[in-house]
Structure formats: C-alpha cells, structure tokens
C-alpha cells in the first residue's frame, strides 16, 4: 500500500480542527529512498503557533481537573486506534524517513504498548506526608502534605529517526498527568507525528489538550520555545539545538535527549562472534541514525585483528539499498547528513586510517565503511557521525579505554564485551555515561527503563516511569495545627 498523494497537503490540528495555514504556505517532505514529495505540512505563521500555544493554556486547568482514571482511559483507546492504523502509519514511516517498511511498522506497534504502559503507570503517580516533628525544633503540630501537580503546557519537540515512539513517549506522559500539550514534529516524520495525532482525536481527545505546530524552525522555531506559555520543553534531536533550546527556555524545566558517541569496549576475554554480531547491529541498524548506535570500537591489541576480521565479513554481506527494498542499509535521511559521514571518511583515510572495506557512495546512499587504526586526531574518533561507519581504536586495555570516553564530549551509553562480570562492573563504574550494557548493543532498551544522558548528550531522565516524574513537581501545603 502507497498512501503517497500527489502534492497532498496534511494539515495542522488546532482546537481538533484540521486547518491549513492562512497563507497557503507549505513544507515538502520527500522520501529518503527516491527524492519524491510524501507530502507536505503547514508553514505555520507566528500568529498561528501563538493561537495554539494559548489555546492549549486555556485548556489545561479543565484537562488537570479531569480525573485520572479517564485520562487514563483516553490513552488506552489512543493504543487501540493506533494499532488500526499500523499500515497507513507504517507506511508513512517508511516514505518519510526511509526505514524498511517492517521496521516502520513494528515501530508503531511498540508505540502502542508504551502508551498502554504509560495509561497504567500514570494512576500510581502520589504525593507525601511529612510531620514537623522530624526536624529538631519544629512541631508534631506542622504537617506538609507534597502534591504532585502538572507543570502546565508541554511544547513536545520530535526526532526524525524514531517520529512516533519518540514523540508519543513525550505526549503520553505529559497527557496521564494533567498537562496540555503543543507538539511540534520534526520536519521530516511530521506527516507520520500528525497521523499518530489523529488517531488521538478518534480516541477522543478533548479540544485543545493537544494542538499541533508545522513549519519552519527559522521562522517558529525560537518563537514557541520561548513562548511565556509554555511551562515545560521535552526534546530529542541534536547536541547544538539542544543546547540552543536550554539557553532560550531560561527559566523553565527542559528534558533533552542529544547526541552520543557511544563506544563498544572488547576486552581480550571478550566471545568475539557475539560482539561483532552485536557491533554489527548497534552500529548499522537504520545507517547508525541513531542516538544510540555504537559510534566507535575500542578494541585490545591482542584481538583486535580477529574482531576486525570478523566485522569486515559481516559488512560486507549486508546489502545495501532501497528502505523499499528491505535493504540493511538504506539511505540517509538527507544529502547533507550524507555529506558529513563522507567527510569524516575522508579525514581519516587523509591522516592514516586503514580502510578495511568502504562502501559504496551514490548521493545520500552509503554503504557500510570500516575503519581501522583509527587515531585521536581523526575527527571520526570523537565526532558523532550519525551514519554508517565502524571506527575501530586499538588500545592497550581497558584503562585507555575508560580514558578514552572520559575526555569524549559525549555521555549517553556505552557497550562492555567480556566474561569477566567482575571486571565488567569495575569498568561501569569509572565510564561517565547514562547507561552501561555489558555484552550487549548500546540500545534505548524496553521503554520503562530509565534512559539518560550526561555531560553533552542530555538533561534529565526519560523512560516511561522517570518520564511521568519529569512531567510533575512539587505543591506543598503546610498544615498548622
């Protein structure tokens, strides 16, 4: 099934209206895969973005007082509907950001069960009791009882690569506990975010509890973040709009999931075909367009050559291709993300780099690059490349390893591969990341799971239960008796 229209216009959702913008003014998304339109969106104008901002605002204490069992509810009926549309949906995926059309689709199933997970979650939310007395000199007579309230209107800011789950993991959230919300997809997916958005209003979502802004991040972009509305920003994307986000938003609280550089560490005692197979995949799946995709190896001396070899067969049995045509690397979401993976080839070959295979280069297609002796003044080594090629560093154990990642920018995950559990976590310990997974892939992982970022790559906690914390603060009310 092709749900691609010919120049159709998907529009915008206000107050649950489907509107077009007043000035007739669109965005063309076009697939990955062929360069063809998959649609186009709204380019919303200020005044428009200021509507829905205001609109969600004069909603929100009504949604708040709304009770939790009903809110609840609305996201189990989200679920249902959304699961009714895994075909269109995954199809849209699929055109929009180029993943195969199984992966685009199980990406709306998973979506569906974190929205049931969070609509349970969401009732277990509670405050506390405290008694005066526990501090010396106050009295048993003062007590606080600690609500949880909702911050208010929540701007949700969606990636491309993951443009339902990663935006229904920042709604529901914020939905389940008595926020508004004002969701701006990203550019490319945004057709399949407003797909998801309408099978919230077939749920029965109430007018305004969630609006819709499209359009250009140079004209809307600073405009919303900055909107005195808007109480509380979640975002995925980019380390630099990130960080540009936090300094803009000031004042209110910001959850923001960045950039990494997550590396794969193999100790000599390591099994090695489990790692090349768990590199393999935790680097090239969706062309490494992944936060959390293993960005570079760092391998001791003594088996680096038997690891290398063994990545070198399995890169070069993928096959490369069209998302269409179910290919294990397809091509990279836009030419100019395409264009700085091949820069950072280039720098290593220039400065040394053995190039153990490279793939092919037709426009934003490339083929899996393994890169071998790679050194620290290679920009491969510390630059997030956000596409399909292994950097291989050897070291001479695992000190230089963890040496390594502590000066690294970066500090979303990292893998550790050995049989030595022991030594595993003496290593854990000393890498400053969010998340260690030993012998294993650096994965977001099952959704309930806490998943974070340090130093670069983020700023609070995500994951179904840290991700309703994050959407809820403190009331106190002070009781004198």
């Known amino acids: 099934m092709d749900v691609r229209q010919d120049n159709k216009v998907y529009p915008y959702l206000f107050n649950n209206e489907w509107k077009e913008s007043a000035s007739g003014e669109t965005v063309q998304i076009k697939s990955p895969d062929d360069g063809k339109v998959a649609g186009e969106v709204p380019a919303m104008s200020q005044e428009e973005v200021d509507a829905a901002v205001n609109s969600a605002a004069d909603v929100q204490e009504n949604w708040e007082a709304t009770e939790g069992h009903e809110r609840s509810q609305l996201l189990h009926r989200w679920a249902e509907e959304l699961e009714k549309m895994t075909e269109e949906i995954g199809e849209m995926i699929h055109l929009e950001v180029g993943k195969t059309l199984s992966s685009a689709k199980g990406e709306v199933k998973r979506t ?10 969401g009732l277990r939310t509670h405050g506390s009791f405290i008694q005066g007395d526990a501090f010396p000199g106050a009295s048993k007579s003062t007590k606080a ?6 911050h208010g209107v929540v701007l ?12 229904a993991s920042k709604i529901a959230p ?7 919300v004002v969701f701006k997809p990203a550019t490319q997916g945004a057709i399949s975010g407003l797909l998801m958005v309408k099978a919230l209003v077939k749920a029965g979502l109430p007018a ?3 609006n ?3 359009g250009r991040g140079s004209v809307i972009g600073d405009f919303v973040v900055t909107h005195p509305k808007i109480d509380m920003i979640t975002f995925t994307g980019g380390t630099g709009t990130g960080q540009h986000i936090a300094k803009k938003a000031s004042m209110i609280p910001v959850v923001l999931e960045l950039g990494g550089k997550d590396p794969a560490i193999v100790l000599e005692d390591a099994d090695l075909e489990k790692t090349a197979n768990e590199i393999i995949s935790g680097a090239l799946s969706y062309s490494g367009q992944r936060c959390t995709a293993i960005k570079r190896v760092m391998v001791v001396n003594s088996v680096a050559d038997e690891l290398v070899a063994k990545l070198k067969e399995k890169v070069e049995n993928l096959t490369v291709g069209k998302s269409s045509e179910n290919a294990n690397i397809t091509p ?3 030419q100019k993300s395409a264009d700085f993976v091949v820069s950072l080839i280039e720098d290593a070959k220039k400065k040394g780099a053995t190039v153990v295979t490279e793939g092919t280069q037709e426009a934003n297609l490339l083929g899996g690059t393994l890169l071998d002796h790679v050194t620290e003044d290679m920009d491969v080594a510390w630059e997030e490349q956000f596409g399909p090629v292994i950097p291989v560093i050897r070291i001479d154990n695992e000190l230089e390893a963890v040496n390594l990642e502590k000066r690294n920018e970066y500090g979303l995950q990292a893998s550790i591969f050995t049989q030595n559990l022991e030594n595993a976590f003496a290593i854990a310990d000393k890498l400053n990341v969010g998340t260690v997974q030993v012998n294993g892939k650096t994965s977001r992982g099952p959704d309930h799971f806490p998943f974070l970022g340090v130093k670069n790559s983020g700023q609070g906690v995500q994951g179904i239960g840290r991700s309703i914390d994050s959407m ?3 009331k106190v009310l002070v009781l004198n008796l």
Do not use: S
Request: hydrophobic share 50%.
């Open 212 to 214: 819709v802004v499209t």
């Open 112 to 121: 569906a069960q974190l929205i049931r997970h969070t609509a349970e979650e």
């Open 145 to 150: 009882m600690v609500q949880k309230v909702p």
């Open 472 to 474: 809820l603060r403190d």
């Open 208 to 210: 305004g509890v969630l």
């Open 332 to 334: 990279m979401i836009d």
């Open 156 to 167: 949700a800011i969606a990636p491309f690569n993951y443009p339902v789950n990663l935006a």
């Open 174 to 180: 914020a939905l389940i506990t008595g926020n508004t």
